[in-house]
């Protein structure tokens, strides 16, 4: 790949890609050596762009003020944010439903009462904050798992955490508490 005016950074970028796909190069860390400015010089400078035009608007002003400086292309940076979701989404709800159904068809009456308490809770009617605990092998990551199933299926995003003190809580705290 030649440096020259001919085509932006995500045109070159897109033609790296192409070649890439068929092993159409045959040592693509050599024309990466070379061409890699290109390719993500322009991205760098929209994001950081965006950045500044982001702060500036919290501000009640814009870039569009300044006459001789670059304004962002926001597609770059709206590609990057639309590609986040696209992948905390992209799972096949038919699986996810299925799963949902053989795992809610298995489960003993303490994990179920905990599952149904805590989707109500998900769906908003009452918000809740809940400590499912348990032994090992009591199947605590059952639960876990058919919860997280049963909200993606609906294409909503989930973020995992767990607590590195979930073994010091006080027996005080059982008010949404769930033992499986």
């Known amino acids: 790949m030649e440096e020259s005016g001919w ?11 192409i070649f890439l796909l068929p092993n159409n190069i045959v040592r693509p ?12 010089e322009e991205q760098i400078m929209n994001m950081t762009l965006a950045k500044i035009e982001d702060k500036l608007q919290s501000n009640g002003r814009s870039l569009k003020e300044f006459d001789k400086m670059p304004y962002p292309s926001l597609d770059i ?22 799963e949902i159904n053989n795992n809610l068809s298995n489960m003993n009456t303490y994990k179920r009462r905990a599952f149904d308490v805590i ?8 918000r809740g904050f809940f400590f499912v605990y348990g032994y090992g092998g009591t199947g605590k990551t ?17 973020l995992n955490v767990a607590s590195s003190g979930i073994a010091s809580i ?3 705290w059982t008010h949404n508490s769930f033992k499986v």
């Open 29 to 40: 860390e050599i024309v990466w050596e070379q061409c890699y400015h290109i390719l993500s």
């Open 119 to 126: 989707i109500i809770a998900v769906n908003g009617n009452p």
């Open 7 to 17: 085509a932006s950074g995500n045109y070159i970028r897109d033609l790296f890609v």
């Open 77 to 98: 940076v709206d590609s990057l944010e639309d590609r986040l979701l696209v992948d905390e989404l992209n799972f096949d709800v038919e699986v996810l439903t299925e």
């Open 142 to 158: 059952y639960l876990y798992n058919t919860l997280l199933a049963a909200i993606q299926s609906k294409r909503d995003i989930v």
């Open 170 to 172: 006080s027996s005080k």
